[in-house]
């Protein structure tokens, strides 16, 4: 069994906690179907993570079914969870870690409306204030890449980097999003969806209005370093 010091312990269990409770924010905002989707968050001043376990109910998560894992998407043996196979898209979580560090917190959603823009492997255009607000941009589309492997994770990586946008739409799959923790990423995934939602809305009664570049650089910069109280309040 591997044994890590007691800073590191203890920064995994209020991960666990954190990572189990978040999932019912999926639930809470209609983002999954089932067992589907996922949260995961970087256990800090380690190269671990935890994700949920695969196939399970949402109903049945708790932080003592929670799976750690190393940056390599292997579960650690013997740590608490152990017995359970993680989430298929472990291997995507892993990889989105080991290449950007700055990410603390990765969220995969089927969410309804963003799902449907990634069917037709088309980009949410940036044409509400929300979403310069947010996103600075428009959600782009990354690659078609099939599950099981880390091909998500290299196609969500190649999409982001250098993009100021938290979430990316996986074509024919649906969103990814990231953030400097768990709960960060899960804010851009409910936040992704509802911009999806009301820009499809808006397309059906007409051609949407672009809002322009230095707009959007300075909603993005205002929301991004102004608004709320704090980094964590803002987000």
């Not at 203890?10 to 905002?29: G, N, P, T, W």
């Not at 989430?87 to 870690?97: F, G, K, R, W």
């Not at 310069?132 to 959600?139: H, S, T, Y």
């Not at 250098?162 to 851009?188: C, E, W, Y």
């Amino acid at each position: 069994m591997t044994e890590f010091d007691s800073a590191v312990s203890e920064a995994i269990a209020r991960l666990r906690a954190d990572v189990a409770a978040l999932h019912s924010e999926l639930v809470r905002y209609g983002l999954i179907v089932w067992t589907g989707g996922n949260v995961s968050g970087r256990v800090p001043g380690a190269d671990l993570f935890v994700i949920k376990p695969s196939g399970v109910s949402y109903d049945d998560l708790a932080p003592e079914n929670m799976i750690l894992c190393d940056l390599d998407g292997n579960v650690i043996p013997g740590s608490e969870g152990s017995e359970r196979s993680p989430s298929s898209d472990t291997a995507a979580h892993a990889y989105v870690y080991r290449h950007m560090p700055e990410v603390g917190g990765v969220v995969h959603t089927h969410s309804t409306y963003a799902v449907a823009w990634a069917a037709r492997g088309e980009e949410i255009p940036c044409v509400i204030t929300a979403m310069a607000d947010e996103f600075g941009g428009p959600i782009p589309v990354g690659p078609f890449a099939i599950i099981g492997d880390d091909s998500i994770g290299r196609g969500i990586v190649e999409t982001l980097r250098g993009h100021r946008s938290r979430g990316v739409l996986m074509q024919n799959h649906g969103p990814f999003t990231i953030g400097s923790s768990a709960k960060d990423a899960v804010k851009a995934a409910v936040m992704l969806e509802d911009v999806a939602r009301t820009v499809h809305i808006a397309k059906q009664a007409g051609p949407v209005i672009p809002i322009p570049q230095e707009a959007i650089d300075s909603l993005y910069n205002r929301y991004q370093n102004v608004y709320g109280q704090s980094t964590d309040d803002r987000r």
